[in-house]
């Protein structure tokens, strides 16, 4: 089964834009793809998902700021995060669920966002 690397994560200012990546080890094209926040003492939160047809969805918290996206030629999935708030900080972590192997659901390391006032 695949897995999954996130990077792009880092320190930026109220206001400002990252865009974080989920690479996989191999094909994600059947996958359901989602990125997750997880806060200090919280559990981890749904933020995004795309499908293999690329029908997104999203937290209420983040929509219309936040885009979700796939390149299946790159094996890559994408959040772009604009207008960020403090409240967007935690680690991002990023899910992927098969079709196929059974359904696994695998989760990458995470990575760390940091929004400052």
């Known amino acids: 089964q695949v897995q999954l690397v996130e990077s792009g994560g880092g320190l930026v200012q109220a206001g400002g834009s990252l865009r974080l990546s989920c690479v996989a080890s191999?094909?994600?094209?059947?996958?359901?793809m989602r990125w997750y926040r997880q806060t200090p003492g919280n559990q981890r939160d749904y933020v995004a998902q795309i499908s293999s047809d690329r029908n997104t969805r999203y937290a209420d918290f983040v929509k219309g700021r936040f885009i979700i996206s796939r390149d299946n030629g790159k094996n890559t999935v994408y959040l772009q995060m604009n207008s960020l708030k403090p409240e967007d900080s935690g680690v991002y972590y990023c899910?992927?669920?098969?079709?196929?192997?059974?359904?696994?659901?695998?989760w990458g390391q995470g990575t760390q966002v940091t929004v400052s006032s």
């Open positions: 899910y992927s669920m098969s079709v196929h192997d059974g359904g696994a659901i695998v």
């Open positions: 191999g094909s994600i094209s059947s996958n359901v």
